[in-house]
């Protein structure tokens, strides 16, 4: 099993000035993210790493790449699939669909965006991708994902309710370090960068 998991988030992208849905929207990292990848490179140079798995959008993939050459693709670690609201700004949505926009600010877990999923659907694959990973592998690893898929994987592992994810802070580039304690057999966290 896993002893130690780098969980990371893909370094910066550039959606725009207004605020979007961006989910399975796939950007490339921009100038700032490339240099944020960058800088992950060299952290990463001095730590030895056995499997490295990445969310196969393109904004993770140029992440990865800036690590090592050396990994592998994992479908369900892709960010929420937002449907017919992906890559729209949040105020279209708002005025587009005021009673849509208002269900999901009230059930925020089970709202599903038309020809979308919903963060319920979300932490299940992703839930199941990590236990898989990390009961495949020995050692230290890392997973290089996205905002929403690290946040399910930190309120899973820390029994934090959907409806309060948000209150898990994963910026551009970001590194959580966990940790696994053989004798309370549970993971351990920490914010690396």
Request: hydrophobic share 40%.
């Amino acid at each position: 099993m896993v002893e130690k998991v780098y969980l990371l988030r893909h370094g910066h992208i550039n959606n725009g000035s207004e605020k979007r849905y961006l989910g399975r929207t796939d950007v490339p990292l921009d100038a700032l993210g490339l240099e944020q990848a960058q800088a992950l490179g060299e952290y990463f140079k001095a730590i030895h790493v056995d499997a490295i798995f990445t969310s196969p959008l393109k904004r993770c993939v140029q992440t990865t790449e800036m690590i090592s050459k050396k990994y592998q693709v994992v479908e369900a670690l892709s960010e929420i699939d937002m449907g017919d609201w992906e890559n729209l700004p949040m105020a279209h949505i708002q005025s587009l669909y005021p009673k849509l926009y208002a269900q999901r600010g009230e059930n925020l877990e089970y709202f599903t965006p038309p020809n979308g999923e919903s963060f319920h659907m979300m932490a299940q694959r992703v839930r199941q991708a990590f236990e898989k990973i990390v009961q495949s592998v020995d050692g230290t690893i890392i997973i290089v994902a996205h905002a929403g898929v690290n946040r399910m994987i930190l309120s899973h592992l820390f029994g934090i309710e959907i409806n309060d994810m948000f209150s898990i802070v994963q910026p551009f580039a970001c590194v959580n370090e966990l940790t696994w304690d053989c004798e309370r057999l549970q993971w351990e966290y920490r914010k690396v960068l």
